[in-house]
C-alpha cells in the first residue's frame, strides 16, 4: 500500500510540474515567465475597468461562453455555480487546460487555488480578477472529471487596442 501512495503521489506531482500550475497555488511547479504572457496576469481588483458575470450550469455550459475584452483591460469576472455539483472556471491556453484536464480526471479530489481559476461548491458564487496583457484568445473551462469532455468550456476574445 505504502509503494502505491509513494507512486500515485510521485505520478501527480510529475503530472503537475508538467502542467505548469501558478507558483502562488498548492500545486507543484509553477507557470512560466512565457505562459504567463499567453493569458495574462493576475489583476488588481482596484483596477478592473468591467465585471462579467458567468453562470457554470450542471447542463456543463458557461454563460456567457465567448467573452471579449480589450488588451490591458483588468476585469473582474463574478462567478455563479447555479447548479448542484461543483464546477470550477480556470483560465489557460487549450493545452494547458487539456492537461491540466487529464491530472484531474486521474486524481479528481485534488484541490488548488490560483488566481487564475475558481471551484465552488453548487449554490456558490466567486471571483477571478484578471488582466489581459496580450491579444488573441483566452481559453476557459470546467476541469472537473467529465465537465470538460461534456462540452464546458469558452474564450475569451482579447482585442487589440486601436493606435
Not at 505548469?20 to 478592473?48: F, L, M, R
Not at 473551462?141 to 475569451?156: F, N, R, S, T
Request: contains cysteine.
Amino acid at each position: 500500500m505504502k509503494h502505491v501512495l509513494r507512486n500515485t503521489a510521485l505520478a501527480a506531482l510529475t503530472a503537475l510540474a508538467a502542467v505548469g500550475a501558478s507558483a502562488s497555488g498548492t500545486h507543484a511547479g509553477g507557470h512560466g515567465h512565457d505562459a504567463d504572457e499567453a493569458i495574462g496576469k493576475p489583476g488588481v481588483a482596484s483596477k478592473a475597468t468591467r465585471t462579467i458575470n458567468v453562470d457554470m450550469t450542471d447542463s456543463m455550459r458557461f454563460t456567457p461562453a465567448d467573452i471579449t475584452v480589450k488588451q490591458g483591460e483588468t476585469v473582474r469576472f463574478v462567478i455563479k455555480n447555479s447548479g448542484q455539483i461543483k464546477h470550477e472556471l480556470v483560465l489557460g491556453t487549450e493545452k494547458e487546460l487539456k492537461e491540466h484536464y487529464e491530472v484531474m480526471k486521474k486524481n479528481p479530489e485534488m484541490e488548488h487555488a490560483d488566481p487564475n481559476m475558481v471551484t465552488l461548491a453548487g449554490g456558490k458564487t466567486g471571483e477571478i480578477v484578471w488582466q489581459f496583457t496580450k491579444a488573441g484568445k483566452v481559453d476557459f473551462a470546467c476541469l472537473q472529471p467529465g465537465h470538460y469532455d461534456a462540452g464546458m468550456k469558452g474564450a475569451v476574445k482579447v482585442t487589440t487596442v486601436g493606435k
